[in-house]
């Protein structure tokens, strides 16, 4: 192999379990966004502009349908001769094999994938955050200050600094002190997940993490530590655009309706930094006579004869007519059926809504509740599964997760359960409870 000076490693083997149903099936880098796009675009979209040619993505949780969805690189122009794009799942070898048990024994696990290109950089990243960032410019101050590594931070508001990764740092963007979840923040300057390591200090380090028996086996919690004690030269690399961790069903929601503001935090139709994807051939989508669509993104292949409001809609989706969709995001190849209605609902692939259905609904006499499941859904958020059938006329109340058909014949039967089962709280989680 050719020596690469820089290659990137993507962290994409998280199970997302915050993110419900949404991950029953499939890794949370491989969740549908925006349209047309997965979530793992933004990453290799990123690494292509700022001019990474190699990059390995290492899969884990269910990596079926994001290994086939990558492919050999093409649709991010990464099927190279001398590099491209590489899923590197977990692997057995002659002495042993095991899961990769953080992120940094991720890595660890594949020092020799990245010995091969002989590389004096490499680029940690995730493959679940929505943002557009030039890594090339962050190398750049990397090599200028003749770090150990370059840590990418952006603002976030002192109030919720809390709930990050914080590093503190003299005025020259050095790292002093690097604080995981501190309950009185001393700064404001979040951890993105985006890391620049001069690889020969990070293998050294990341051989002795492993080498410690009690290690989290983690960047946040071990490495980046580690390395400040051992007076390494740390810098933070302010970051000013927009950045999203898409780990929970509000702000997955949320991301994909600020796509739909008039002035959109981040443009997904932006040829100056294009997003790329792989989206499969379609025809035009069809907009009936009956149909009122108001600003709402429809794919290809679409055809529409109800109302859509302020939804995003993927490709192959059936909304028939007299249908109501508003707030909501539909995944491909799903119908909503006539009459049905949708409020604030995330709806998912090949799934059937039956006429006359709610999803969303008010409390009221008819509407069930058994489906509420505020441990993954809130904000009025609903979610469906993928392929399941909703009969006609059900109703489903808001912040519910509805992970199983709900048939004609079956209606009548969970009500029942639910009224005789003596923690209501519980039965109402649904059939599958996540952490």
């Not at 993490?209 to 007076?231: A, H, R």
């Not at 739909?260 to 997904?268: G, K, Q, S, T």
């Amino acid at each position: 192999m050719k020596s690469k000076e820089c290659l990137a490693m993507i962290l994409a083997g998280g199970q997302g379990s915050r993110l419900g149903i949404l991950t029953n099936k499939v890794a949370k880098p491989a969740v549908p966004f925006g349209g047309k796009y997965r979530i793992i675009d933004f990453t290799l979209s990123n690494c292509v502009h700022s001019g990474i040619d190699t990059v390995g993505v290492l899969t884990q949780y269910q990596p079926l349908e994001l290994n086939t969805y990558i492919g050999s690189g093409q649709a991010w122009d990464l099927d190279r001769n001398n590099g491209g794009v590489f899923v590197l799942p977990p692997f057995m070898t002659a002495i042993k094999g095991e899961w990769y048990k953080g992120t940094a024994n991720a890595i660890f696990q594949n020092i020799p994938f990245v010995e091969q290109f002989s590389p004096k950089y490499v680029v940690i990243l995730s493959g679940d955050h929505i943002y557009k960032m030039n890594y090339a410019k962050m190398l750049d101050a990397h090599k200028k200050s003749e770090a150990d590594a370059t840590i990418a931070v952006i603002e976030v508001p002192i109030d919720e600094a809390s709930r990050f990764g914080i590093m503190n740092t003299d005025s020259e963007l050095k790292i002093t002190e690097f604080e995981e979840k501190p309950e009185n923040p001393k700064s404001n300057l979040a951890s993105m997940g985006v890391y620049i390591f001069t690889w020969d200090v990070l293998k050294r380090f990341l051989i002795a993490d492993e080498n410690n028996k009690n290690s989290d086996n983690d960047f946040g919690k071990n490495i980046i530590p580690e390395m400040l004690k051992s007076s390494k030269s740390l810098y933070a690399h302010r970051f000013d655009g927009y950045w999203k961790d898409v780990g929970t069903i509000q702000s997955l929601y949320e991301a994909n309706m600020e796509i739909l503001e008039d002035n959109a935090p981040i443009h997904l139709a932006d040829n100056s930094w294009k997003v790329f994807s792989r989206n499969p051939i379609k025809q035009p989508h069809y907009i009936c006579d009956t149909a009122t669509v108001r600003n709402a993104y429809i794919t290809d292949g679409c055809s529409i004869a109800g109302r859509v409001e302020h939804s995003i809609i993927f490709e192959g989706v059936i909304i028939e007519e007299g249908a109501v969709v508003k707030d909501s995001i539909i995944f491909p190849g799903a119908r909503v059926c006539k009459g049905a209605t949708l409020n604030r609902t995330i709806i998912g692939a090949d799934t059937t809504i039956g006429e006359g259905a709610h999803i969303g609904a008010s409390s009221g006499e008819d509407v069930m509740d058994d489906f509420l499941n505020t441990k993954i859904c809130s904000h009025d958020i609903s979610i469906v599964g993928e392929d399941l059938y909703i009969a006609p006329n059900v109703k489903i109340g808001k912040n519910a997760m509805v992970d199983r058909d709900v048939r004609e014949s079956n209606v009548a039967d969970i009500k029942s359960k639910a009224a005789n089962t003596e923690d209501s709280t519980t039965s109402r989680e649904g059939a599958q409870v996540y952490a």
